[in-house]
Every structure is written in structure tokens, then in C-alpha cells.
Nanobody, 118 residues
Framework: VQLQASGGGLVQAGGSLRLSCAASGINFSTYGMAWFRQAAGKEREFVSGISWKGGATNYADSARGRFTISRDNAKNMMYLQMNSMKPEDTGVYYC????????????WGQGTQVTVSS
């Protein structure tokens, strides 16, 4: 199983980034997916999740209204469009996959660094 996150980088406050997560080794269309992030010195936190068909999404309060999660099951891809970014969005962003009947996330990507300058 491999989850490859990409698209991170340096952006100014107010700018945008689009993260991508490429999945392989799993039946992607049956897995719930999510983005998490971890800032330096802090615990990893949930950012946004999406159901296996994409019909249900949820967001952390900090992301709601600015970030949009989506997926393309035909391409085994998940995305996170981040707009109106803030310095507090800085961190390593990880994609994660959850089995159809699972409560926790079973597979994690390696992370991509996002840095928002003020």
C-alpha cells in the first residue's frame, strides 16, 4: 500500500495550494480518505475527510469554508484545495486511508510540507 502526498510548498498568507494524494495497493474506491496535518511541536490533527464515494465530507473548524476536499476514484486520487491560507496552516500534511468497516485510519502517506508566510 502506498499513499503519496504532493503539492506542498511555500505560499504567502491569503494564497492557495492544492495538495494531491495518489493511492496504490488498495481498492481505493472503497476506502474513506482524509487529510491530517502536524505543525512543529504539536500533535497531528484532522483537517478534512471524505467518504468512499465522495458524497460525504467533513472539515475541522479551522478548515471549513477555506479548504475543499475531493476525490477521483477513477484515478485513485484525493485532493485538498486550500484557499485563503493562514500562517497557522503551516505543517506537514498527510493523507490517510480508512478501511470500509474501520473506525481508524489504516494507511498513511509520507507527508508534504506546507509553509504559509505572513
Amino acid at each position: 500500500v502506498q499513499l503519496q502526498a504532493s503539492g506542498g510548498g511555500l505560499v504567502q498568507a491569503g494564497g492557495s495550494l492544492r495538495l494531491s494524494c495518489a493511492a496504490s495497493g488498495i481498492n481505493f474506491s472503497t476506502y474513506g480518505m482524509a487529510w491530517f496535518r502536524q505543525a512543529a511541536g504539536k500533535e497531528r490533527e484532522f483537517v478534512s475527510g471524505i467518504s468512499w464515494k465522495g458524497g460525504a465530507t467533513n472539515y475541522a473548524d479551522s478548515a471549513r469554508g477555506r479548504f475543499t476536499i475531493s476525490r477521483d476514484n477513477a484515478k485513485n486520487m484525493m485532493y485538498l484545495q486550500m484557499n485563503s491560507m493562514k500562517p497557522e496552516d503551516t505543517g506537514v500534511y498527510y493523507c490517510a486511508a480508512k478501511k470500509p468497516d474501520g473506525g481508524s485510519y489504516d494507511y498513511w502517506g509520507q507527508g508534504t510540507q506546507v509553509t504559509v508566510s505572513s
